[in-house]
T-cell receptor
Framework: AQSVAQPEDQVNVAEGNPLTVKCTYS??????LFWYVQYPNRGLQFLLK??????LVKGSYGFEAEFNKSQTSFHLKKPSALVSDSALYFC?????????????FGKGTMLLVSP | ETGVTQTPRHLVMGMTNKKSLKCEQH?????MYWYKQSAKKPLELMFV???????ENNSVPSRFSPECPNSSHLFLHLHTLQPEDSALYLC?????????????FGSGTRLTVV
């Protein structure tokens, strides 16, 4: 079975400061990892994914995520937060070794960036 | 606009009503999904269709009935719902069901059962 944990319901950060949204995962094989963002009254939008290769993945809107196999983590980061980054962020995982599998999502972390 | 369109955006229905949610994609994707999103809970996968065949049904109550008439359209038929079924229902599609395919989501239907 595969699972994702997002330990924080909410993250608060001031504009211009770096931000981190945490995610840990559990899979039986090697993971495919994803981050999605949801703005109010909208569906989820793809931000970035890790498949293989470089542990630091760059995505949309200046976000990046670092894959850490030993800590089974895939934290989302941005060097300088914007007020417009305020949204709900979801981490998701899929087992790479499964011929068929669906994305398993975390419960989401609300990011609030204050001016 | 993501390429996945859901209608209606909002729906209020009584417990004895019958209604349907519609999802449409013209991305050429072969797989479609229904998810339920409730506050502070992980997204719950409800149904998966691949090439118009249902490949997964995650123990969803029979008051939810999916239909996939072709690879571009997905419906969720609702009848005799309960207030706890109130949620945001999200449709998604993907190019395939292989492990490296991400999903494209619609904006969702906000369902309120009264």
């Amino acid at each position: 079975a595969q699972s994702v944990a997002q330990p924080e319901d909410q993250v608060n950060v001031a504009e211009g400061n770096p931000l981190t949204v945490k995610c840990t995962y559990s899979v039986s094989g090697n993971p495919y990892l994803f981050w999605y963002v949801q703005y109010p009254n909208r569906g989820l939008q793809f931000l970035l994914k890790y498949i293989t290769g470089d542990n630091l993945v760059k995505g949309s809107y200046g976000f990046e995520a670092e894959f850490n196999k030993s800590q089974t983590s895939f934290h989302l980061k941005k060097p300088s937060a914007l007020v417009s980054d305020s949204a709900l962020y979801f981490c998701a995982v899929r087992d790479m070794n499964s011929g068929y599998s669906t994305l398993t999502f975390g419960k989401g972390t609300m990011l609030l960036v204050s001016p | 606009e993501t390429g996945v369109t859901q209608t209606p955006r909002h729906l209020v229905m009584g417990m004895t009503n019958k209604k349907s949610l519609k999802c449409e994609q013209h991305l050429g994707h072969n797989a479609m999904y229904w998810y339920k999103q409730s506050a502070k809970k992980p997204l719950e996968l409800m149904f998966v269709y691949s090439l118009e065949e249902r490949v997964e049904n995650n123990s969803v109550p029979s008051r939810f009935s999916p239909e996939c008439p072709n690879s571009s359209h997905l419906f969720l038929h609702l009848h005799t719902l309960q207030p706890e079924d109130s949620a945001l229902y999200l449709c998604a599609s993907s190019r395939g069901t292989g492990p490296d395919y991400g999903y494209t989501f619609g904006s969702g239907t906000r369902l309120t059962v009264v």
